[in-house]
């Protein structure tokens, strides 16, 4: 595994269960502030077996909206339930998509734990 994954992994594992945080994010937080997209492949590509395991349905659009998976696909409704079986609340937004209110579940740390400046005030 490269650095990069590994620094996206240990990001994710910091998330408190029953929060969520960005894409974008995760990136910042691990020193590329331009790679959400990367960190979004990262997840994607997540073996099942990691351990300690990564809870990647904690992270999802900055939109607050679970990402499609594409049509034919389960990934987002897994994502739903894993969130909603954390207490996270999965609206359904006007057009169908899958939405979580960042006010109320983000987590937006400014460094990550063990890292100076770490000050985590849930604001988006």
Known sequence: MDEFHANV?????????G???TYG??????GK????????QA?????????PPVPWQ?????????SSRGPGTDGAQ???DALEAEGVEVADGRTGEMRVDLRTYGWFPNALEGREGN?????V
């Not at 994710?12 to 269960?17: E, G, K, S």
């Not at 904690?58 to 679970?66: M, Y």
């Not at 000050?119 to 604001?123: I, L, T």
Request: positive net charge; without cysteine.
């Open 33 to 40: 502030p331009t790679y959400s997209r990367h960190v979004g």
């Open 58 to 66: 904690r992270v999802i659009a900055s939109s607050g909206t679970i």
């Open 78 to 80: 897994r994502q739903r």
């Open 19 to 21: 929060k969520v945080t």
């Open 25 to 30: 994010h995760i990136a910042k937080l691990v």
């Open 119 to 123: 000050e985590d005030d849930g604001d």
């Open 9 to 17: 992994y240990n990001a994710v594992r910091q998330i408190p269960a």
């Open 43 to 51: 997840l994607k590509w997540l073996s099942p077996n990691v351990d």
